[in-house]
C-alpha cells in the first residue's frame, strides 16, 4: 500500500489550519465574553448606586418628616398646654369673684316681661345694650364647656397637620 503524502500533507494542513482557526474563534469569543462582563459589571454596579441613592433619598424623607411631626407634635403640646393654662387662669378669677360673665340681652325681651332693666348704667360702654350677669356656677361651666372646644379644635388641627404631613410622604 503506497501512502499518498501529498494527502496526509493536505490533511496535516487542513487540520492544522482548522485548530487555528478554532484557537482563533476561541480568543476573539473570549474577548467578546470579557467585554459583555465587563459591561454587565458596569451596569450592575450603576444600577446598585441608583437603588443606593434613591434608598437615602427616601431615608431623608423620612427623617425630615419625622422632624416635621416632632416640631408638630411639640407646637400641639404647647398650645393644649397654653390653652389649659388659660382656661385654668379664667376659671380662678370666676372662682375669686375678680371677674364676672355677662351676656347680652335684646332690647325688646324687656318688653315681652323679662325683669331685665332695658336701660344702662351710667358708667357702661356699650350704648343702651342690656346685659345680664351670670351665675358663677353657669360661668364655671360654660368655662369648662368651651375649655373642650378649644381642646378639640387643637386636636383638630393636630390631625389635620399630621394628615398633611403624612399625605405629602409620598
Not at 14 to 32: C, D, E, K, M, P
Not at 46 to 68: I, P, S, V, Y
Not at 79 to 105: G, I
Amino acid at each position: 500500500m503506497v501512502v499518498p503524502w501529498k494527502l496526509v500533507g493536505v490533511l496535516l494542513l487542513v487540520l492544522i489550519g482548522a485548530g487555528s482557526a478554532w484557537q482563533f474563534q476561541g480568543w476573539r469569543y473570549g474577548g467578546q465574553l470579557a467585554e459583555l462582563a465587563r459591561l454587565h459589571a458596569d451596569g450592575m454596579n450603576q444600577l446598585t448606586q441608583a437603588a443606593a441613592t434613591a434608598q437615602q433619598a427616601e431615608q431623608d424623607k423620612r427623617l425630615a418628616l419625622e422632624q416635621r411631626l416632632a416640631a408638630s407634635e411639640q407646637t400641639h403640646f404647647r398650645k393644649m398646654t397654653d390653652a389649659q393654662r388659660d382656661q385654668d387662669r379664667l376659671r380662678d378669677r370666676l372662682a375669686t369673684s375678680d371677674l364676672r360673665l355677662s351676656v347680652l340681652l335684646d332690647a325688646t325681651d324687656a318688653a315681652k316681661g323679662c325683669g331685665v332693666s332695658a336701660t344702662s348704667g351710667a358708667g357702661g360702654v356699650d350704648h343702651a345694650t342690656v346685659r345680664a350677669r351670670l351665675d358663677p356656677a353657669h360661668a364655671q361651666r360654660i368655662i369648662a364647656i368651651t375649655n373642650q372646644g378649644d381642646r378639640g379644635l387643637i386636636a383638630l388641627q393636630a390631625c389635620q397637620t399630621y394628615a398633611k404631613s403624612i399625605s405629602s410622604f409620598k
